[in-house]
């Protein structure tokens, strides 16, 4: 039996039972379901122990795939791809020439094909062994091929070709040597990585070590496929800087999950044993290779050779390929002086480029001298492997398929249809071609759209495919900012809010980089009215959605919609095809694939088609209900004569909220209020949890708003009832399986069951339900949780909408839910957005509350941030004004909640550039807390490095200098050197230097905490990105020799900032911004009296 553990591990242990694990049904063995549930409890023990070790900090680095795998954290990669149905479906190919070289790759993979599922086919006489998996988005093909010479390795690739048809890239992957004395390149040394494009091929004679016969540059294969042009413009741009640093930092935390496999043995052998030796010294290891002697020839100093750093460093470079291991040192030499060669390695590439296109990624293990050793060649094949996995993360692949649903193997009937939308030209010579898919809702228009899309995939699979849902603005802004994170388009920043993510996601399909491609723009009823209202404050679209749409000749739109009119007009009135009801045959088709029965009588089936309308959606419900319920399809009919037809009326007229009432037909209603009736007399938890759901967006529902709910009840069901009331709604088709352990719902089985709600008066019940579970589960806006609040942001919205009578409990919980939600706006830059929930946050509270409650006051304060951050000082002053005069009412003038907002008032003075004013009231607050919470407390140091920000504003540089180091040493001290508050103080403290005119000093002290940021936040951060801009403003103003003294006002100066008591969100630290602005404090938790539960 396993104890009771914590919430998220109920909701963890919940997600392996539902989608891991059916709940076996009724008629199964009682002896046999305690068994699989008693397997499934011990298959869970590891993953509860791992979860409890990520709670102590004892895997930082790594992840936990729930089958005995560790992984690297993915979070920033693109989609994972699904495992192949045959061999054509792997387009890039892992060559290595060494065991341990493919061991290290192996250990990398994200996922293996080939466990648990039987191993792909091999065509006839194929002789080669392969590994199946996946990297990042990419499907992995990975051979060991030794080094057996250039015409059987040309035999053994022709092969490999044969077996992979669809291969357009090979990455040879493995250790190589270097030649450290190339005048231009004397930076790499030992664990350093160099990646190349070309080769140059050598014959050596084996009886004179000392001659060789040079060959000529292997062929540029670039030039005959798109996905090696990728592969080639992500090497381009991986030569950048900031790229290469990005791709660094990948490196280094592989390299770390790999020194976790102990069998691997590939740890850093440190500087004790790189050593280069004078080309005239004769190592005792000659024709000894791979075996480490006691050498002691004279040594050739080099600076880079004093470095003991463990971090590889990347180098664009030619390698030349050799038939066998170069020792002979005064060969090496040679070569160097005449080719200006950098890198030899075995027969790595040779006979694979002649066939294939390559990027050879190779990791330095020895000088190519005599002195081998195999510490180096090990760690030298983990930096290979792992700078392999950074790269393929990087690497964009020739066709992306982003569709968001499973292909729906019981699809059936729709020929003339289908046929139609397979004669469309997808990549036109003359303009781009549209067309529409209209009818009624439930008609089966998505399920052609999907069916289409699997079959341009399976026909032209060069062809990327991109799905748009258009229900409302969120989700088709949310599918844009999808396809510009997916396709790593140029020019995309997620953290930036002045990014126009539509306007950059049109130029970038209409440019002829993503190549020939389908975009399916799905239940665009109202997607010609996306402007106006609350819609067009949230996401600023100001414009008609489509004018949105890409035009140009290498695209095909298809369009799904219910409006006949939206149809003609988004296919620009070329090509509308009406969906309409099913014929009998195409019905019969689908019922008799939906319910794998062979003794089904055609005239009922006929009879079920006409009471239900031919309508697709109600027939696969139909067909569930009766499959789920071992009943017969005579049976089901008599149970739709005995319904209640007076339910059905009330249920069918009046009060419509939207277009989709008119269009759903009785057939629909009946169906659901039938399976609704089911369900509830079945499972009266699984009733409740469909109205729940039917309060959500009806995609991507988090168990964790289920679990929550089950925990406000006075009983709770526990995670084996939650799990079996789920696979009751998903046997009778009202909920489905999403991505990441998510659920969705139908939308018209939302509507029918809101209806029942409204006749039977439980609609503000569950809608405050709904409320309570999404308010608890909405964390606040920090950076560490915006994917969480992006995830769950279109709930919010959802729960947001309901306007009925709401207890005082969960109008509390709406008021924390609207403070919560304008925080995670605010730092987003939606301050608009942020200053109209706070408002209503306000005024609930105001109303409930009181305006002095700390409540109220909280709200306010994050109200007078978003007036900040619009440059609407006056009513920013006049806020603080009001909630510092409040706390000092209610605490005092020295209490802790005081002095956060005098200081957030202090901001404001600094903010309008009242520097005297700024300066006396910050120094009121540090000396306060000083005395109250000690010189070395954190709050304290807060108001110093504000301080030292308010002098370095007024030019008291030396001032300024003493606080900001005094604070960086104390923070250093108490912190550690690489929290993110100490790396805050080396930015400002870098900032005050380089106004001093210290710019070499500044450089070097920005450096460190850019590297640092990079480590600790990622460099994506907008303190990273920040303060890597400053640095590369001061790099170009050293090189270019400009004066290194500034005006005050073009100076980069250090935000001021305060942050929150102990009871409240800390407040963002004092950030430096590259144009010197301050950000105010904003508030989080409540104060726990009036929080609500």
Not at 708 to 721: L, N, V
Not at 1056 to 1069: H, K, L, N, S, V
């Amino acid at each position: 039996m396993v104890k009771k553990v914590g919430r998220e591990m109920r909701i963890s242990v919940l997600a392996d039972l539902l989608f891991g694990l059916k709940i076996c049904d009724g008629a199964l063995e009682d002896r046999w379901f305690e068994s699989k549930i008693a397997q499934e409890l011990d298959r869970l023990d590891p993953i509860l122990s791992h979860f409890f070790e990520l709670q102590q900090g004892k895997v930082p680095e790594s992840g936990y795939d729930g089958h005995g795998q560790t992984i690297v954290d993915q979070s920033d990669t693109l989609q994972t791809p699904t495992r192949p149905a045959n061999r054509r479906g792997f387009e890039v190919a892992i060559i290595c020439t060494l065991p341990f070289e493919a061991d290290a790759v192996e250990a990398l993979f994200n996922h293996y094909w080939d466990n648990n599922r039987p191993p792909y086919d091999k065509a006839p006489g194929n002789p080669n062994a392969y590994s199946t998996g996946a990297i990042s988005c990419h499907n992995i093909v990975l051979t060991y091929i030794p080094a057996i010479g250039k015409v059987n390795r040309t035999i053994v690739t022709t092969n490999y070709q044969t077996n992979f048809p669809n291969i357009k890239l090979v990455v040879v992957v493995g250790i190589c040597s270097i030649i450290l004395i190339n005048p231009k390149d004397n930076k790499i040394i030992l664990n350093n990585i160099i990646i190349s494009k070309d080769i140059i091929q050598y014959s050596f004679r084996r009886e004179i070590p000392a001659q060789f016969i040079q060959k000529d540059t292997l062929p540029n294969l670039f030039d005959r496929h798109r996905t090696e042009m990728c592969a080639l413009l992500a090497l381009m741009t991986l030569k950048k800087p900031q790229a290469r640093q990005k791709l660094e930092v990948k490196i280094t935390s592989f390299i770390n999950v790999l020194q976790g496999t102990l069998e691997l043995a590939t740890e850093y052998p440190s500087t004790t044993h790189n050593r280069l030796f004078k080309a005239t010294y004769h190592h005792i290891t000659y024709r000894m290779s791979y075996k480490e002697y006691s050498c002691s020839g004279e040594l050739i100093s080099h600076r880079h050779l004093k470095h003991d750093s463990p971090l590889p460093a990347i180098h664009f470079s030619l390698i030349t390929s050799s038939n066998t291991v170069m020792k002979d040192s005064g060969t090496r030499d040679n070569i160097a002086r005449k080719q200006g060669i950098v890198g030899f390695e075995m027969e790595g590439a040779v006979g694979v480029w002649d066939v294939l296109p390559c990027v050879v990624i190779k990791g330095v293990c020895d000088y190519a001298d005599g002195h081998k050793m195999k510490a180096w060649q090990r760690y030298a094949a983990a930096t290979a492997a792992a700078c392999m996995k950074a790269f393929l993360e990087h690497l964009i692949p020739s066709s992306l398929v982003l569709v968001p649903y499973p292909r729906n193997e019981s699809f059936v009937g729709r020929a003339a249809i289908m046929q139609e939308l397979e004669q469309l030209p997808l990549n036109s010579i003359t303009s781009q071609r549209r067309v529409s898919l209209f009818g009624l809702g439930g008609i089966g228009k998505t399920q052609i759209a999907l069916e289409y899309a699997y079959r341009v995939k399976g026909n032209w699979p060069d062809v990327s495919i991109f799905w748009v849902h258009a229900a409302n603005a969120q989700l088709f802004y949310q599918s844009y900012t999808s396809i510009a994170f997916e396709c790593r388009i140029p020019d995309y920043d997620a953290d930036d809010p002045k990014t126009d993510v539509l306007l950059l996601v049109k130029r970038w399909l209409e440019s002829k980089d993503p190549g020939s491609w389908l975009m399916i723009i799905d239940d665009a009823d109202y997607v010609l009215n996306f402007v106006g209202g609350a819609v067009a404050d949230m996401f600023s679209l100001g414009k008609n959605t489509d004018c949105y749409l890409p035009e140009c000749a290498h695209g095909l739109i298809l369009v799904t919609t219910r409006d006949q009119e939206a149809a003609l007009k988004l296919a620009k009135g070329t090509q509308s095809i009406e969906v309409s009801k099913m014929d009998n045959n195409d019905s019969d088709q689908l019922l008799r694939a939906a319910l794998e029965a062979s003794d089904l009588k055609s005239d009922e089936l006929s009879e079920l088609s006409s009471r239900l309308e031919y309508l697709p959606v109600a027939l696969t419900q139909a067909a569930s209900f009766i499959k789920e319920n071992s009943i017969t399809v005579s049976r089901y009919l008599e149970s739709l004569d005995m319904n209640s037809q007076h339910l059905i009326n009330l249920l069918s007229q009046g009060s419509e909220t939207s277009p989709t009432d008119s269009e759903m037909t009785r057939a629909v209603i009946e169906r659901w209020i039938r399976s609704f009736e089911h369900i509830r007399f079945q499972n009266a938890f699984a009733g409740e949890l469909l109205s729940l759901m039917s309060f959500f967006d009806q995609q991507a529902i988090p168990i964790e708003f289920l679990v929550s709910y089950d925990e406000q009840q006075e009983e709770s069901r526990g995670e084996m009832q939650l799990a079996e009331a789920l696979d009751l709604l998903k046997a009778c088709s009202g909920i489905t399986e999403g991505r990441g352990y998510n659920l969705n719902v139908h939308p018209l089985v939302q509507l029918v069951t809101r209806k029942w709600l409204d006749r039977c008066e439980t609609t503000g019940r569950f809608a405050g339900s709904a409320l309570l579970a999404v308010s608890q589960a909405f964390p606040y806006g920090r950076y560490e949780n915006w994917a969480r609040c992006r995830e769950y942001l279109l709930h919010v919205y959802a729960v947001l909408e309901y306007e009925g009578s709401l207890p005082r409990n969960e109008k509390l919980c709406r008021a924390t839910l609207l403070h919560r939600t304008g925080a995670y706006l605010y730092h987003q830059g939606k301050w608009r957005d942020a200053e109209r929930l706070q408002l209503e946050a306000i005024e609930t509270r105001r109303v409930m509350l009181g305006e002095e409650d700390p409540d109220t006051l909280a709200s306010m304060n994050n109200l007078a941030s978003t007036y900040w951050d619009q440059g609407r000082w006056k009513e920013a002053e006049e806020l603080e004004v009001r909630i510092a005069d409040a706390h000092k009412a209610t605490f005092g003038a020295d209490h802790l909640e005081t002095l956060v907002n005098m200081s957030n008032l202090a901001t404001t003075y600094w903010g309008q550039g009242q520097w005297k004013e700024a300066e006396e009231l910050q120094v009121q607050v540090m000396e306060a807390r000083k005395v109250q919470l000690g010189a070395d407390h954190l709050d304290t140091l807060t108001c110093m490095s504000n301080l030292a920000s308010i002098y370095n504003s007024q030019g008291r540089r030396k001032e300024a200098e003493e606080l900001a180091a005094q604070v960086m040493d104390a923070r250093k001290a108490n912190l550690g050197p690489d929290h993110p508050d100490t790396l805050n103080s080396m930015s400002n403290l870098a900032a005050i230097w380089e106004g001093q005119g210290r710019l070499d000093e500044a450089i070097d002290l920005m450096g460190q905490c850019v590297q640092l940021r990079q480590e600790v936040l990622g460099s994506n951060h907008p303190c990273t990105v920040s303060s890597l801009s400053v640095l590369h403003e001061w790099e170009a103003q050293y090189l270019n020799e400009t004066s290194v003294l500034e005006s005050t006002d073009a100076e980069p100066e250090p935000a001021i900032q305060d942050e929150e008591p102990t009871d409240a969100e800390p407040a963002i630290q004092d950030e430096e911004l590259t144009d010197g602005a301050p950000e105010p404090a904003i508030r989080d938790e409540e104060s726990t009296s009036n929080l609500a539960t």
